[in-house]
T-cell receptor, first 117, second 116 residues
Framework: DQQVKQNSPSLSVQEGRISILNCDYT??????FLWYKKYPAEGPTFLIS?????DKNEDGRFTVFLNKSAKHLSLHIVPSQPGDSAVYFC????????????????FGKGTKLSVIP | EAQVTQNPRYLITVTGKKLTVTCSQN?????MSWYRQDPGLGLRQIYY???????DKGDVPEGYKVSRKEKRNFPLILESPSPNQTSLYFC???????????????FGSGTRLTVV
């Protein structure tokens, strides 16, 4: 039973345009969400996060939006650059709100973003 | 430099030949974890460790063993590797499981294992 779903295995975007990567979750206990970026031959690196008390978090060109009622989050990259081409993983954990969760990260399957020059 | 170091980076082995993939971190992290990445399946947790001598199963522990005798090291042991364990393996660590949930884990560069 997949609790964190990234339904698009791949996405191609022109350089300079917006990239939108989507993530859905089914576990209503999840209350903290992270995005990781992974280049080939490297380990994933932390990109940006959001807690359930927010609906938006920005960091430069990267913005994450959270819609709790829909159990959906998205990562926006504006403008997209060729160096953004990578696999992006969505991850979720429980415990932020209650302090009693497992805090274990559950990862989605990833979306491969290709930014075309 | 703060890092998680995995060795080897690449390994080809034969079915049934015991192997160990090492993982070491220099950040005094309490929490360490092993993942495997497979096409279409994403990152799946194999085992994790909350601290020295404290380990527990993740989602896909079958065929694997781990140990945590020292804080910095968390080796992954395949006693009798099989072809279905051909995968890309990542070790990860964080100060604690809680800080990892908020600030993310530090991942190693990965070990590409092929079992023939």
């Amino acid at each position: 039973d997949q609790q964190v779903k990234q339904n698009s295995p791949s996405l191609s975007v022109q350089e300079g345009r917006i990239s939108i990567l989507n993530c859905d979750y089914t576990n209503s206990m999840f209350d903290y969400f992270l995005w990781y970026k992974k280049y080939p031959a490297e380990g994933p690196t932390f990109l940006i996060s959001i807690s359930s008390i927010k609906d938006k978090n920005e960091d430069g060109r990267f913005t994450v939006f959270l819609n709790k009622s829909a159990k959906h989050l998205s990562l926006h990259i504006v403008p997209s650059q060729p160096g953004d081409s990578a696999v992006y993983f969505c991850a979720a954990s429980a415990g932020f709100s209650s302090g009693a969760g497992s805090y274990q990260l559950t990862f989605g399957k990833g979306t491969k973003l290709s930014v075309i020059p | 430099e703060a890092q998680v170091t995995q060795n080897p980076r690449y390994l080809i082995t034969v079915t049934g030949k015991k192997l160990t993939v090492t993982c070491s971190q220099n950040m005094n992290h309490e929490y360490m974890s092993w993942y495997r990445q497979d096409p279409g399946l994403g990152l799946r947790q194999i085992y994790y460790s909350m601290n020295v001598e404290v380990t527990d199963k993740g989602d896909v522990p079958e065929g694997y063993k781990v140990s945590r005798k020292e804080k910095r090291n968390f080796p992954l042991i395949l006693e009798s590797p099989s072809p279905n364990q051909t995968s890309l393996y990542f070790c990860a660590s964080s100060l604690s499981i809680r800080t990892g949930a908020y600030y993310g884990y530090t991942f190693g560069s990965g070990t590409r294992l092929t079992v023939v």
